[in-house]
């Protein structure tokens, strides 16, 4: 039990520099968060020495009372975050991720080759809703499935729910699935239920992005129409790195799903907990069902609509020119920027971001904007005032862009990477700045 330090040095160093990387730089990639100490200190724990496969009370390993009594009080505060009544809906807090999480569900509702529908991946949906691309399908869920994705509204990039039901008419879909990656705004899931009722569909959401909002009762819950519900613990619940699968227990025709969804996470597609990181999930909603959390929650939506004004009020253009939730979709196309070159200019003044996909982009390869999320920076107590400096930060950097590329053209990156490494030139004295 010597230290990592000791140990291993090398890795110690990574995690070092990783640490400082974190903290010195402004985090506002929307599917991250800053993970409680406590949580971390559960993940690393001795627990990871577990094997336990099955559920608590039938394990196919001795030794698991303590292993039991833990996933039963993970199990228990996930129904409580939520706000969910045990007698109708249950919670396996297996799957080691939001992928494993929502392949396991579709195990459990569906059978191979059966349809589903999810939202296209250029309109925000996950990989895992059953995206594919014109030559391959690349994602188990396509492979597995028969999907179509549904789309945004082309002019006001909102759902177009009429278009998904009148879809749904004809390709006669066993499963719709709700929930995306990049949507900032909140979802008309009575609306969902009663295109999936029509044909006689399951109505899956994967809440991975908004969960620790939904919990805090800042956006509209998807308990009340969907029946089963799927999310990472570590994006908006600030948690470890795993999912969690949420199921009605008292739908009508289907008793067995609460056993369909617990059999398809072990043995179908999983083998033993995580049970470390079960200790950090249970943790971290701890945390989630503590007073402070709904401030946490109200702070983050408001940290994103101040950045939406502030961008706005710099005249540029973002999706749905705002937001409901953590996340703000900003479209570069109309400022002849691409997002990777407003990525790599982000990541060299130390403002973590991600480029994406923004609807209408007609290349994924390069997509035609950024997405930015407040959880991180709100973790670490900013407020409106210090995410308007944040704003103008940006700005600045979509400046800087913009400058080396009309100097530079398309030798940008290599040219600004010259600079900011050798600290010569305008550049150099710009990224200082
Ligand atoms: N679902 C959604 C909506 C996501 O955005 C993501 C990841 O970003 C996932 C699922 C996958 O989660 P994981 O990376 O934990 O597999």
Redesign the pocket.
Known sequence: YKPLSEVDPVVQNIIDKETWRQFSGLELIA?ENLTSLAAMQANGSILTNKYSEGLPGARYYGGNEYVDELENLCRERALKAFNLDPNVWGVNVQP???????FAALTALIQPQDRLMGLGLPDG?????GYYTAKKKITASAIYFQSLPYALDASTHLIDYPSLEKTAKTFKPRLIIC????YPRDWDYKYLRKIADSEQAWLMC????TSGLIAAGELASPFESCHVV???T??TLRGP???LIFFRKDVEGAKDLEKRVNDAVFPACQGGPHNNTIAAIATSLLQVASPTWKAYAKQVIVNARTLAEVLVGYGYKLQTQGTDNHLVLWDLRPVGLTGSKVEKICDYVGITINKNAVSGDTSAAVPGGIRLGTSALTSRSMKEEDIRVVGEFLHRAVQLALKLQKEAGSKLIKDFERVALTGDGEGAREVKV
């Open positions: 599917s080691y991720s939001g992928s494993t999480a929502n949906g996950h990989l895992t809703h929930g995306a990656s990049a994967d809440m991975a992005h799927t999310t990472t570590h994006k790195r795993a999912g």
